[in-house]
Antibody, heavy 118, light 111 residues
């Protein structure tokens, strides 16, 4: 069974960079046609797709975040990562990593709360 | 404001059938398949329905999905107390170089 686990700082200062890593276990991140995705949920809000990195490394980002987001995949560590620059309080959210075949997120991490505050 | 439109809430008594709608456009639901996720309180979202109407193994068959044109629906038959959760629809949107769009979520309450 594929399992995902997010890791990274729980507190980031405004204007700084948020960096999270998702470690995949129980399966290879380098699986044909798999997308590895970051999704967030701000307090009191719904789910928001941040972007996905294809198993081959191609990336797809939310239009409103495209200028601040970078995702990458590290097949040697079976991990994928998210960086979000110039964060503000609006970026405070629970961040989930997820993955699955053909853009369907069948596997999810438990989520990690990231608070943007000085 | 979510790209896909869902009712904020729905409710029913145990055993009833509840339906949740998800309205989109030609660039998302009208062209691409719909996925439904269930988020139980305090837990991560879980895949419920994919490719409009397919259930992953382990999902009870009282959950069903359908799609017509630019709208989709999730039906829960034989509502149970453990179905009390938030439900989200999602789809790929071909506009703006492509991205995933979510509905705002529907809170299902079992009365």
């Amino acid at each position: 069974q594929v399992q995902l686990q997010e890791s990274g700082p729980g507190l980031v200062k405004p204007s700084e960079t948020l960096s999270l890593t998702c470690t995949v276990s129980g399966g290879s991140i380098n699986t044909n046609n798999y997308y590895w995705t970051w999704i967030r949920q701000s307090p009191g809000q719904g789910l928001e797709w941040i972007g996905s990195v294809y198993y081959s490394g191609n990336t797809y980002y939310h239009p409103s975040l495209r200028s601040r987001v970078t995702m990458s995949i590290d097949t040697s560590k079976n991990q994928f990562s998210l960086t979000l620059t110039s964060v503000t309080a609006a970026d405070t959210a629970v961040y989930y990593c997820a993955g699955g075949y053909s853009r369907v997120s069948a596997y999810w991490g438990q989520g990690t709360l990231v608070t943007v505050s000085s | 404001q979510s790209v896909l439109t869902q009712p904020p809430s729905a409710s029913g008594t145990p055993g009833q059938r509840v339906t949740i709608s998800c309205s989109g456009s030609s660039s998302n639901i009208g062209t691409n398949t719909v996925t439904w996720y269930q988020r139980l309180p305090g837990t991560a979202p879980k895949l419920l329905i994919f490719h409009d109407n397919q259930r992953p193994s382990g999902v009870p068959d009282r959950f069903s999905g359908s799609k017509s044109g630019t709208s989709a629906s999730l039906a829960i038959s034989g509502l149970q107390s453990e179905d009390e959760a938030d439900y989200y629809c999602a789809a790929w949107d071909d506009s703006l170089n492509g991205h995933v769009v979510f509905g705002g979520g529907t809170k299902v309450t079992v009365l």
